[in-house]
């Protein structure tokens, strides 16, 4: 999950989607987000997927490759204005980010498909392709630990406790 926009655009973990975390940037801070959804948030992550059906039969409206580490990553973005409430207060955009992983020869190696809201209007498909991919920096050096091996994503206790800003 990423995080704020106005002027500035605070990456979240995932597990801060949430209708008080979004109302609390907004309302509160006077920031925008940029959330992902995932399933451990299940009525914002259907939702989601129900607006972004539509969405991905076009062609993507951002595309980013890099070649390194042994193998290809390719970002194919997708971002528009949900049609659908997205059960998120403020949200003004919706986005598909497709990640393709291919080893040197282009042999595909894996896919994953983030659901990414933001609450600021007219973000392009190239700015929310940028933010995320700043952010699963820090996911991929700060939060895998806790992803993989403490499996913090799969822990519901936090659930109705409100905002909680603890890790950056």
């Excluded at 049609?83 to 990640?99: F, K, Q, Y």
Aim: with cysteine; aromatic share 4%; net charge neutral.
């Amino acid at each position: 999950m990423l995080g704020v926009l106005r002027p500035t655009h605070d990456p979240k973990d995932a597990a801060h989607t949430c209708v008080e975390t979004a109302r609390c940037l907004v309302e509160d801070k006077n920031a925008d987000y940029l959330l992902t959804t995932k399933g451990n948030r299940s009525s914002p992550h259907a939702a989601a997927i129900a607006a972004a059906r539509d969405l991905i039969c076009a062609e993507p409206g951002h595309v980013h490759a890099e070649r390194g580490h042994g193998r290809i990553n390719r970002w194919a973005t997708w971002a528009a204005d949900p049609d659908t409430g997205l059960r998120l207060p403020h949200a003004a955009r919706l986005a598909v980010i497709r990640r393709d992983v291919a080893d040197l020869a282009g042999q595909p190696l894996s896919k994953e498909i983030a659901l990414v809201v933001t609450s600021r209007a007219g973000v392009t498909a190239a700015e929310i392709s940028h933010q995320s991919r700043q952010h699963w920096c820090i996911e991929n050096l700060e939060h895998r630990p806790r992803d993989t091996i403490w499996r913090e994503d799969d822990q519901q206790a936090y659930l109705g406790n409100g905002p909680d800003f603890k890790s950056p």
